[in-house]
């Protein structure tokens, strides 16, 4: 293996990412780092590459255009070993790495019904998404994302309802609730912002409502 680490690289391209076959493995040679590719917590996630599964068993240097290298094993089939995760390693895959949302495939293969209230799970705590929302194929910096959004999108919706309207949204939907709609106003777009924050510069898990708010105080 180690006389093969200095050679030019050559094999099967994925986007900017080389692909080596040594027997059953295969050495990633690529652009940018996936840490997501390690095991976290004894927990490893699972690499779907050209249909087949691998675990990552090695990383290694590579060159000055693709500094990392990954060495990947197949997965092995005895012992009932579960995945976390399956990463589904592609080309969409290498062009969505450098915005960090990568498409991942739940471990049972089908979707679950976490999906019918989708715009609401970035709210849920940071270790949920981590246990839940990803082994179930739901990646938690985009559906972060898009709660942040809607978060905006409803805070917007509150400002127009309550000052040219003359009533907000809770309010009218639910009764004399007005206190909630300027408690929504104070509260969504200083959450979203500070975890908006978070993913921006790469925060893995980011924090469910509010849940930053401890650890600022605790100075953490």
């Known amino acids: 293996m180690a ?45 779907e590459f050209e249909g087949r599964r691998y675990y990552l068993s090695r990383k290694l240097r590579g060159d000055e255009d693709r500094p990392i290298r990954y060495e990947l094993a197949p997965w092995p089939d005895f012992g009932g070993i579960r995945p976390r995760s399956v ?30 209230v989708y715009p609401l799970l970035g709210f849920f705590p940071a270790q949920f998404k981590e246990d839940v929302l990803e082994p179930n194929g739901i990646n938690p910096l985009r559906v972060s994302l898009i709660t942040c959004s809607c978060a905006y999108l409803f805070f917007i919706g509150e400002l127009i309802s309550l000052f040219f309207l003359g009533h907000g949204i809770c309010q009218r939907v639910a009764g004399p609730l007005v206190w909630f709609d300027y408690l929504a106003l104070l509260l969504l777009p200083f959450d979203s912002g500070v975890r908006f924050y978070q993913i921006v510069n790469g925060v893995r898990y980011p924090d469910g409502f509010f849940e930053w708010l401890p650890k600022f105080l605790s100075g953490r």
């Not at 690529?30 to 590719?37: C, F, G, L």
């Not at 390693?89 to 679950?112: C, M, N, Q, W």
Request: net charge neutral; proline share 8%; with cysteine.
């Open 3 to 47: 006389e093969n680490n200095n050679r030019p690289p050559s094999g099967v391209e994925i986007g900017p990412d080389v692909a080596l076959y040594f027997g059953e493995k295969v050495v990633i040679c690529a652009r940018k780092e996936m840490p997501e590719w390690e095991s976290r917590e004894s927990a490893r996630p699972a690499i």
């Open 87 to 116: 990463i589904v390693y592609d080309e969409d895959y290498v062009a969505l790495r450098d915005g960090a949302f990568k498409k991942i495939k739940p471990v049972s293969g089908h979707r679950t019904a976490w999906r019918f």
